[in-house]
């Protein structure tokens, strides 16, 4: 079936300026991590990706090693690039990334030029395409200096190859040292990608400031703790759940009785608020104009309709959130 764009498309979505740069992106974007990979139904993955532009949603959030197996999330999303999205691409933002294992020897992850710049060639042909929007360093190196990773991130950006530059999953101390070697590279740091939801609140200690005081955006990973934080598995793992999958990152253990009391609190709020509890998550995390934007990861188009509808209602009473920091507990 061949793919013509809603036209309707940008008239429900809001967009929010990433840092102090020109770019702006989707309070909602869609990650690739999981459900897109090889195991998965094509067919399924595609659909949710048009569904996704269809809906405002123009950032595609990717790494080299998405899948299972490694690489083949950017193999489907190539595949839908040729088939669908190519007269598309200039309203798109499409991200990837390099840090994690992707092949063996010395030069197959973390943070050395060799690897990055190696790493991104791969990524661009199983995407089918010639540029990235932007490029990430993946994760700190504690071996490789940062000014090594910082210059590669330059480089690949002077070749075209990527617009703007990204870290993620560094300390805002990492952050601070990286952001100045870039902006003194003449490439500024456009966006850092972190954990961030209710159950997992590290950026507020030091990293949303540090990323303003760069003019960085930050984008959301994880925003609903890969499924927890919605209601589904208040009465046990349904199946075909990411916790009930061999492959998928959250494992059985982590729904604890405890998470599930708070899990349980949160969801009335929401309820009383009159959204899923995935929607207050997303619209919890999007009260911090900092945020840029959240990437959600869904299993089906029917979760992305879901979150989408969170940007509906992103006010918050204050006794609202005074009860909220009571379940969390902070
Ligand atoms: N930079 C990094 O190191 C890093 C690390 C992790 C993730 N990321 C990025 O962040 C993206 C999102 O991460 P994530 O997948 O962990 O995000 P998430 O949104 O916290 O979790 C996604 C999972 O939650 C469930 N879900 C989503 N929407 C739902 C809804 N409305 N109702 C019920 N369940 C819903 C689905 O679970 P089921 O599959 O069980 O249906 C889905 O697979 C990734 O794809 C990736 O792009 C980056």
Not at 54 to 77: C, K, M, R, V, W
Not at 172 to 194: F, M, R, V, Y
Not at 249 to 259: A, C, M, R, S, Y
Request: aromatic share 10%.
């Amino acid at each position: 079936m061949a793919y013509t764009a809603n036209e309707a498309r940008y008239n429900n979505m809001v967009y929010r300026r990433c840092g102090k740069s020109g770019i702006k992106l989707p309070m909602i974007s869609l990650g690739l991590w999981h459900n897109f990979g090889g195991v998965d139904v094509f067919e399924n993955s595609r659909e949710i990706l048009w569904h996704a532009f269809d809906n405002g949603i123009t950032h595609f959030d990717l790494a080299n090693n998405y899948g299972p197996p490694a690489g083949s999330a950017e193999e489907t999303f190539g595949q839908v690039m040729d088939k669908d999205f190519r007269s598309y691409r200039d309203e798109m933002i499409i991200s990837t990334k390099a840090g994690y294992y992707m092949w063996p020897g010395p030069y197959g992850e973390w943070g050395s030029r060799k690897y990055l710049v190696s790493s991104l060639d791969q990524s661009l042909k199983r995407m089918k395409l010639d540029y990235v929007d932007i490029f990430y360093s993946h994760r700190p190196d504690p071996e490789t200096p940062i000014e090594e990773t910082m210059m590669a991130l330059d480089h690949v950006v002077r070749q075209g190859k990527a617009l703007y530059a990204g870290i993620s999953n560094y300390t805002a101390e990492q952050t601070q040292k990286a952001a100045e070697i870039l902006k003194s590279l003449g490439t500024p740091c456009l966006i850092h990608q972190a954990r961030y939801s209710m159950f997992d609140r590290w950026v507020e200690n030091a990293l949303l400031d540090e990323l303003e005081n760069q003019g960085a955006g930050l984008i959301a990973f994880s925003p609903l703790a890969q499924g927890l934080l919605t209601d589904k598995y208040l009465h046990g793992i349904p199946e075909g759940s990411r916790a009930s999958k061999e492959h998928g990152f959250l494992k059985p253990q982590h729904i604890t009785d405890e998470k599930l009391d708070k899990i349980k609190q949160l969801n009335q709020i929401a309820l009383d608020r009159g959204q899923s509890l995935a929607q207050m998550a997303i619209a919890w995390l999007l009260k911090d104009n900092r945020v840029t934007s959240i990437l959600v990861g869904v299993s089906k188009k029917e979760q992305l309709y879901d979150c989408i509808k969170s940007i509906e209602k992103l006010e918050f009473a204050k006794d609202e959130l005074q009860k909220i920091e009571k379940i969390l507990g902070v």
